[in-house]
């Protein structure tokens, strides 16, 4: 934990000096905790996750199109995935694996295309220490916790620099109705080339920064739009290509899907000094000797004081 908080000083330190005269400043903070148990109640390959993105920028960046390195999110994150049984995991099933990201992005807009372009520092294994932590958290509730033979498998401890870049052109069909079509890639901790789809219905997404989340592709606030006030339904469907993970490692016999799919919907909440979402994501297979799909909820509660 200790190389984790030291990397996140790092990052802060790297954020890039705006190329506006405008001064920078703290725009907002977002976040999504994702858990299988908020779906489908299982506790199983991609089992849980959170996201937390503190944004920075002109004053008025939400309400015109920034410039590329006006706006800075910088993203710290943790996952586990594991196999379907965690104290006796099949042989042929997914390794244990713990993450923890730290990384730097910026939004802007070209013309009537929105983009996203950054970098991730990616940590895996034993370090990470979130093998440790969802024992502990697991064995507290009472609930099923990975085992020792379990944690020893998992992915190698490593440090996977990765890439991230996406591009959406939103479609204004109706008032409080957005057609978002987009195209995505990534490379490092996992290779991959993903299309998708998103809708929204409401005022979620026409002011205030949003970023994506790479576990489920639901979008979450990055900054507040105080004009977005009310209920907002969020749908999305996407498809990926992907061609390498370090956390199905071919050495270890495991054959990618073709396609990795996902279909997700959530509703956004706002009201004057809080907001709040819910959403469900269905996630396809990821490895061809996986033996379901499976349903992760996702839960994001924010508080202005």
């Known amino acids: 934990m200790l190389r984790f908080k030291t990397l996140a000083l790092c990052v802060l330190c790297l954020l890039p000096v705006s190329t506006s005269a405008q001064e920078r400043v703290y725009l907002g903070y977002g976040g999504l905790l994702t858990n299988d148990f908020l779906g489908d109640g299982g506790d199983r390959w991609r089992s849980g996750s959170l996201v937390s993105s503190f944004t920075f920028g002109p004053a008025d960046a939400s309400a015109r199109a920034p410039r590329f390195g006006e706006v800075i999110e910088l993203r710290l994150g943790l996952e586990a995935l594991g196999p379907r049984n965690l104290r006796r995991p099949a042989a042929d099933d997914r390794p244990y694996a713990g993450i923890l990201t730290a990384g730097v992005h910026t939004h802007f807009r070209r013309g009537e295309v929105e983009l996203s372009i950054g970098g991730d520092l ?54 409080a109705l957005r057609v978002i079509p987009f195209v995505e890639g990534r490379a490092g901790v996992e290779t991959l080339v993903r299309a998708g789809l998103d809708l929204s219905f409401g005022d979620f997404g026409f002011g205030g920064l949003t970023a994506r989340d790479a576990s489920t592709g639901h979008r979450y606030r990055t900054s507040r739009d105080p004009e977005a006030a009310g209920l907002s339904l969020t749908l999305g469907a996407d498809i990926a290509h992907v061609t390498d993970s370090v956390l199905l490692p071919e050495g270890r016999g495991f054959t990618l899907t073709q396609t990795r799919d996902r279909v997700r919907a959530g509703v956004h909440w706002q009201g004057e000094r809080a907001s709040a979402f819910y959403g469900l994501t269905w996630l396809g297979k990821e490895f061809e000797r996986q033996s379901d799909d499976q349903v992760v909820g996702s839960l994001s509660i924010n508080l202005d004081f």
Not at 133 to 158: C, N, R, V, W, Y
Request: aromatic share 4%.
């Open 122 to 175: 990616v940590f895996t294994g034993e370090g990470t220490g979130v093998g440790r932590l969802q024992k502990e958290f697991h064995e507290a509730l009472g609930a099923s916790a990975p085992s020792a033979a379990t944690l020893a498998a998992q992915i190698d401890d490593g440090v996977h620099p990765t890439l991230v870049a996406e591009a959406a052109r939103p479609v204004v069909v109706a008032p």
